[in-house]
Each structure stands twice: as structure tokens, then as C-alpha cells.
């Protein structure tokens, strides 16, 4: 179901669930729209892996409500695609502990300076004596939900593929602390880990910045920052699935509009919880295809077909290479945002931990 013909067909049938969603959005129900779930499953069983739709049907099973409904501590509390990874694992009869999943990395929780204050982190070491290069990675969540927990998977496979300290970071979030906190925390952090790399057996002269989603724009803007900022420039900046610009009509975001786990309803909902005012979503650090990006180090942006976001991905590339900023994208076909974190389970995840590690790598020189 990947050819082209297929894609406008299911991009038709997306549309139309979308536009009867928004017709019955004031049923006041938190329960996902039955006919777009069934649709939405209905095109998740043509255009998914195997693998991938085994995670996202476990995590279906846990009865999930729509995160665009919700208040935001409900929305805190709902299953993630991890829950749906672990549950998959069971399944398997394997162990869900993450030490097992991805042996001879050790991880240990601390705090860091932020912006206005102390932040939870937790730091990813490898087997050896080091002194290893330093990764600091920032979790997806649209800035409002999700934790360094939820996104461990990412973070430890990381570890594990560059053989790299990484340093994952609970910046703070919206809609307590709106947009710009997150993003001062991330340039925090990273001044935080330049001075104290050392410490946690890290090289400060090779350290890269990293994220998910919401935390591969963080990361992406953060190197930014720290360019203008006149700090050492980051190595490397691996986004994946980034969020780079504002416009929710995207191709990718018409063709995934009713997508799982991540829809077009739930980014309009994750945007205004963070942004104070439409103002915003001019600024450069969310608007980033529009951001001075010359003198950045290379990048590596991964996407997922299926996802709102991939266009993002597609736009950002177009940008560095327009700004002469070395840059290479993969886009997955088969999986859906949140893949990255899956390697336990999902094997083009496997392969994008891969792909991740080895360009960060040949910036640090390994």
C-alpha cells in the first residue's frame, strides 16, 4: 500500500475522517471519535509494518482517550506508545527492564541547571572508562506532556549506538511554563553539560545535541542559540521527527490528519497549551526553516511516513541545505511517529537507532 496512488487514496479517506471529526467535536465525549478510530486503524492495518501496528494495537488495548479533549494533567496520564512496547514485550515473554533491553548501558538520575532553576535529568553511560562524547537529548511531548521515562528508549538506544554519554533532559513545560521556557532550559542544559561533562565521564570538547519531536526542534534551536550565543558549537544535531514550522496544512499533515499516536487535532492542542499568543508561532525557534542557519554543525533529521510531522523533516532539510549546512534525512516507510523509541520491538527503529549512531559518531570522530 506505499504506492503513490494508494497514498492519495488514504490521504482522501483522511481527510474525510477529519472533517467528521471536527463536525462531531463538540459531543463533549473524551473518547476517541469512533468512525475516525476505525478509520484510523483501518489505514494504520495498510500502511503500517507488522511490528510497528502490534505496538500501536497494544497500545490501543489500554483505551487511550483523545489528547486533544482532555485537560492536560488527564492528558499526562494517558498509555504511550512505550506502554505499548512494554506491553508487546510481555507478550513476547520478555523482560521489560531497560538495563536487559539494551545491555552494557547504565543510567543514573541527577538534576541540572536550567533556566529558573534545578531540572530531573538522567544521564546514559557506556560500559568503559571513558572519557566518551556527550549527547544532550531532549524528549517529544509537544512541550506538555511526556518525561525522560517515556522517551528512555530513544535516549538509551542513543547510548548504546554512538557509545555516548547522553544527558536527557525534563525541561520544563507548558502550559505551567509557555513558550520560551523550554527552550531557555535546552540552552541551559547545554551550557550546564559543557562545564560539567568531565564530571559525568564526558569529553566537553565532542558534545551534541539531540531530540524527539517537540525536543528535536529544542534541539535544532538550541544549536542555534548557542551559535549566536558564541558558545562551542555543538558536533552534531540529530532530529528526529522535528517540529520546524507552524503551518498545520502540510502535505504531511493533510495525509496524516487522523494518524496515530500523533493526529493534527493533538499538535493544534499541544500548540496552544504552549504558545502565549499567535506572536509566537512567528518566532524563529518554533518557525526554524526561517532562522539564520548558517555556520551549524551537520545535522541528521530522521522522519517517519506516517506522521504529520514528516514534512517538517522534508522543509528543514531543504533549509540547511539552502544555508550550506551539511544534512541528511531518512524517512522510514512503515512506521509512525514515536517509532524511534521502539528498537526493543520494532526493527526499522533498529535501524534508525543505527543509522543515528553512526553519523554521530563520525562527528566525534569514533
Not at 5 to 18: D, G, Q
Not at 30 to 47: E, F, H, M, Q, Y
Not at 75 to 94: F, I, M
Not at 322 to 347: I, L, Q, S
Amino acid at each position: 500500500m506505499n504506492s503513490f496512488p494508494s497514498r492519495v487514496v488514504v490521504s482522501a479517506i483522511a481527510v474525510a475522517a477529519a472533517v467528521f471529526a471536527a463536525g462531531c467535536s463538540s459531543s463533549g465525549s473524551a473518547k476517541p471519535n469512533p468512525i475516525v478510530d476505525a478509520t484510523s486503524k483501518a489505514i494504520g492495518n495498510l500502511r503500517a509494518d507488522d511490528d510497528m501496528l502490534a505496538v500501536l494495537n497494544a497500545q490501543a488495548s489500554l483505551n487511550p482517550l483523545a489528547i486533544e479533549k482532555l485537560d492536560v494533567p488527564t492528558a499526562r496520564q494517558q498509555p504511550t506508545v512505550t506502554d505499548g512496547v512494554n506491553l508487546v514485550l510481555r507478550q513476547q515473554g520478555r523482560s521489560t527492564r531497560p538495563e536487559d533491553l539494551v545491555p552494557g548501558v547504565t543510567s543514573m538520575d541527577t538534576t541540572i541547571d536550567g533556566a529558573a532553576g534545578k531540572l530531573p535529568a538522567r544521564v546514559y553511560t557506556p560500559a568503559g572508562a571513558g572519557p566518551f562524547p556527550v549527547v544532550v537529548y531532549f524528549h517529544g511531548g509537544g512541550w506538555v506532556i511526556a518525561d525522560k521515562q517515556v522517551y528512555d528508549g530513544g535516549a538509551r538506544g542513543i547510548a548504546k549506538a554512538a557509545n555516548a554519554v547522553v544527558v536527557s533532559v525534563d525541561y520544563r513545560r507548558a502550559p505551567e511554563a509557555k513558550f520560551p521556557a523550554a527552550w531557555d532550559d535546552a540552552l541551559a542544559s547545554y551550557r550546564y553539560v559543557l562545564s560539567n561533562a568531565a564530571r559525568m565521564k564526558g569529553d566537553p570538547r565532542r558534545v551534541a545535541l539531540a531530540g524527539e519531536s517537540a525536543g528535536g526542534n529544542l534541539a535544532l534551536a538550541t544549536a542555534i542559540a548557542a551559535r549566536d550565543a558564541r558558545l562551542p558549537r555543538p558536533v552534531h544535531v540529530l532530529a528526529v521527527y522535528p517540529v520546524t514550522q507552524t503551518s498545520l496544512n502540510t502535505e504531511s499533515y493533510i495525509e496524516n490528519a487522523i494518524a496515530k499516536p500523533l493526529n493534527r487535532a493533538m499538535v493544534q492542542w499541544f500548540v496552544d497549551k504552549t504558545t502565549r499568543s499567535p506572536a509566537d508561532l512567528k518566532d524563529t525557534r518554533l518557525q526554524l526553516i526561517d532562522a539564520k542557519l548558517e555556520g551549524l554543525p551537520p545535522v541528521t533529521i530522521i522522519n517517519a511516513r506516517i506522521d504529520p510531522l514528516r514534512s517538517d523533516g522534508a522543509k528543514m532539510e531543504d533549509a540547511l541545505k539552502k544555508a550550506n549546512v551539511p544534512v541528511e534525512r531518512r524517512d522510514y516507510e512503515g512506521v509512525t511517529h514515536e517509532f524511534f523509541g521502539t528498537a526493543a520491538v520494532v526493527e526499522k527503529a533498529k535501524q534508525a537507532q543505527m543509522f543515528a549512531g553512526d553519523r554521530l559518531r563520525a562527528s566525534f570522530g569514533n
